[in-house]
């Protein structure tokens, strides 16, 4: 079979070189010549080095995507503490969820036909104190069967796996907050994987009794989008959007105390991380305790892990947080920074 | 009733336009309000085939991106190895139907390591394309252009003046040496007919779908033999029997497509900057072609042509396989490689029948039967023959 066509694969590459090593003499005599008629001549380069040519040529996304359909920046510190009450002495928090079919941009100009809580991926930072009783109209805007399974303790018949809701129906999820800590909250309907890739899932804070020390507080969740549905990610981003916080940096103030709540959401990928540039940070894992386990650059987190992580920066100036997957990465994990006076 | 034949008036013309403003209508109708089964729910058809990758410089990839299907192709984000890449895209981000477009990206690529660059659309869906191994594709320069010249030329045109040079040998062998000859030549040539016409139906399709490849390079293929049936059988009408130095000229113009194919196959080759497979073409092919000038010189074993038809016939047969490597090298369209190569395979396609002509008229004369023990056995050492020296390409 003669090759006419534009790729020749590697494979096929080598093997044909592999025959070529076997036609013996002549072939090389022949070969030696060939390749210095055509090849390697580095003089021809030349003209290529003057020719960087492209403004901003680099790693990231071409174009913005449109902020008014839903904004990372203000995602990023926006924690929904619902309907606040008392009743018989003890706090009520009161949310009406609805799960509804949206199309969102995961980079600019990419659209994804997404399964979302509240139109919105990921869905609203849900966030209680813990002991405080929850109660949560979930209404289903779409057109399959969905739940809302939450991290969490909570009676059997309130766990969002058997108690499905199928299209037009609600379902109201009444337990208590507890264990404190750094949750989520995710659609728990077969096939699971589908659900939850789709975009329904988001962050569940509950805060200790005590409460946390006063810090600039964000939540990040780690996400990927299957946009070509070929069972693996095309662009990864924590909230959503590719590289949004690269083309925005997170401005932070010097010396101030920032907490962040991190949560992989991420399907497809068993390990996600999260790295800070020119920084350490007090890792708690779960949020479950008030002392950190760790004081690290570096935090690996496995599909459905999440924790918090508290920093101060010393220094003004752009610092990169990414995923240490380098792929992920490259594909939208990445952010920086802008630390202020 | 009336008569058939009445005056073709403006009536007349009006007759012919009615069924064309009648389908006119009908395609207005269809154009407005859908075929009756109009979904909108249903996502657009996105089919972008990457026609050629280009590395035109240290820091750049080019790929040259046509749109196959009905829909418009918005392309929103490129990658280049699994990472989101800044790029630029001309005319436009949107491809328009049978519309093609370039995306140049500014990527300081490694010399020798293979990339593969992803399309992402407006809806998600990707496209891919291959650099199977990354070096500089040549420039159109001066230089280069001498040195896919010189390629071709010791591809095609040197080992067909080769095989031409048996020439004086053939001549002795006699009658039936000369059949032999002529049935080897038809053997060898049923082979290049395979050969050409599978690499040109391989190349057709990789080509958009919209192209409709393999049916297109058949009719390709199928007219260029009746068309050069019918203008033989022009030729002929004053002079009787066509010339058996034409009959060489058509073999030699057939295999020079042929060759056009294989100069493609060994530019593309080099362009893509799989030196050694170009090299090990290289090889194979030179031994392969030797045997084409026995073809074209077969008709004429019995003439004398002077040197200068010699000259002309090695030029026919073998010079566009120059023409090849550069087409290749610095133009390569599988659309055009697809279309020369069904255009090769007809000719040879004729040639073959013309020179199974002449055996049958020999045999007629000398009443022989055409499939004579000579005459199987100068096909079969034909076929023979290409089978040994292709397996040399094979790759």
Request: proline content about 5%; some cysteine; aromatic content about 10%.
């Amino acid at each position: 079979m003669r090759r006419v066509e534009g790729a020749v694969s590697r494979r096929d590459f080598l093997r044909a070189a592999g025959v070529a090593g076997a036609v013996g003499v002549s072939g090389g005599l022949l070969g030696a010549h060939a390749g210095r008629a055509l090849g390697q001549d580095h003089s021809g380069h030349a003209m290529g080095s003057e020719m960087t040519g492209m403004s901003h040529g680099g790693n990231g996304t071409a174009g913005d995507v449109d902020l008014s359909r839903f904004d990372p920046m203000k995602f990023l510190r926006h924690f929904d503490y619902g309907q606040e009450r008392r009743e018989g002495g003890r706090t009520v928090r009161e949310w009406e969820i609805s799960a509804e079919e949206v199309d969102i941009e995961v980079a600019p100009g990419v659209m994804y036909p997404a399964w979302a809580y509240n139109g919105q991926v990921p869905g609203p930072t849900l966030r209680a104190t813990e002991g405080d009783r929850l109660r949560v109209v979930f209404k289903n805007r779409g057109a399959h069967p969905h739940t809302i399974h939450f991290h969490g303790f909570h009676p059997a018949n309130m766990d969002g796996v058997f108690e499905m809701v199928g299209p037009g129906q609600e379902f109201v999820y009444e337990f208590d907050a507890e264990p404190f800590g750094c949750h989520l909250y995710h659609c728990h309907t077969m096939p699971l994987k589908k659900h939850i890739e789709k975009g329904l899932y988001g962050a569940f804070i509950i805060d200790p009794k005590e409460g946390r020390p006063e810090a600039d507080e964000m939540v990040m969740v780690l996400n990927g989008f299957d946009t070509n549905f070929d069972g693996a990610n095309e662009v990864y981003a924590v909230n959503t959007v590719a590289f949004h916080h690269q083309k925005h940096p997170v401005k932070i103030k010097k010396d101030e105390l920032v907490r962040i709540y991190v949560v992989n959401a991420l399907e497809f990928d068993f390990i996600n991380s999260f790295h800070t540039h020119a920084n350490f940070f007090d890792y708690y894992p779960t949020g479950t305790k008030l002392e950190p386990s760790e004081f690290t650059d570096t935090k690996m987190l496995a599909q459905g892990e999440r924790g918090i992580m508290e920093l101060r920066y010393g220094f003004p100036g752009r610092f990169m947080f990414h995923a240490h997957v380098s792929e992920f990465a490259e594909l939208g994990w990445m952010g920086l920074f802008e630390v202020e006076e | 009733m009336g008569k058939t034949n009445k005056g073709r008036g403006p009536v007349w013309v009006l007759l012919g336009l009615l069924p064309l403003l009648g389908l006119g209508v009908l395609l207005a109708l269809i154009t407005l309000n859908g075929a009756g089964i109009g979904r909108e729910d249903v996502p657009p058809v996105e089919d972008l085939t990457a026609t050629r990758v280009a590395l035109p410089t240290e820091n750049e990839i080019v790929v040259h991106v046509t749109n196959g299907g009905p829909d418009p192709v918005t392309v929103e984000q490129v990658t280049v190895n699994e990472a989101l890449w800044d790029f630029e895209m001309t005319p436009g981000n949107t491809v328009p139907p049978r519309g093609s477009a370039e995306i140049t990206i500014p990527y300081t690529w490694v010399e020798g390591e293979a990339y593969g660059i992803g399309m992402i659309s407006a809806t998600g869906t990707t496209f891919e394309a291959e650099v199977p191994l990354a070096v500089l594709t040549p420039g159109l320069t001066g230089d280069a252009f001498w040195r896919y010249a010189l390629i071709g030329f010791y591809v095609g045109v040197v080992p067909v003046s080769l095989g031409l040079l048996w020439y004086p040998f053939l001549r002795r062998l006699g009658s039936s040496g000369m059949n032999f000859v002529l049935a080897l030549t038809v053997g060898l040539l049923f082979w290049l007919v395979l050969d050409t016409l599978l690499d040109a139906v391989e190349t057709a399709g990789t080509l958009p779908g919209f192209f409709s490849g393999v049916p297109m390079v058949l009719s390709v293929t199928a007219l260029t033999l009746l068309g050069l049936l019918g203008s033989g059988r022009l030729f002929r009408r004053g002079g009787g029997e066509s010339s058996r130095l034409s009959t060489s000229y058509r073999i030699a113009g057939g295999i020079g497509l042929h060759n056009l194919g294989e100069g493609l196959a060994i530019g593309a080759a080099f362009a893509l900057g799989e030196v050694a497979l170009g090299t090990f073409l290289v090889i194979g092919f030179t031994l392969h072609n030797i045997t084409e000038g026995i073809g074209i010189a077969a008709p004429i074993l019995k003439e004398r042509p002077s040197l200068s038809h010699f000259i002309g016939l090695a030029l026919l047969g073998g010079g566009p396989a120059i023409l090849g490597t550069w087409i290749a090298g610095f133009a390569y369209s599988p659309l055009a490689a697809a279309l020369f190569l069904a255009v090769g395979a007809g000719a040879i396609l004729q040639v073959i029948y013309e020179v199974s002509r002449l055996l049958l008229k020999d045999s007629e004369r000398s009443r022989k039967p055409a499939l004579s023990a000579s005459n199987l056995g100068g096909l079969t050492a034909g076929v023979a023959i290409m089978y040994a020296t292709a397996l040399l390409v094979s790759v």
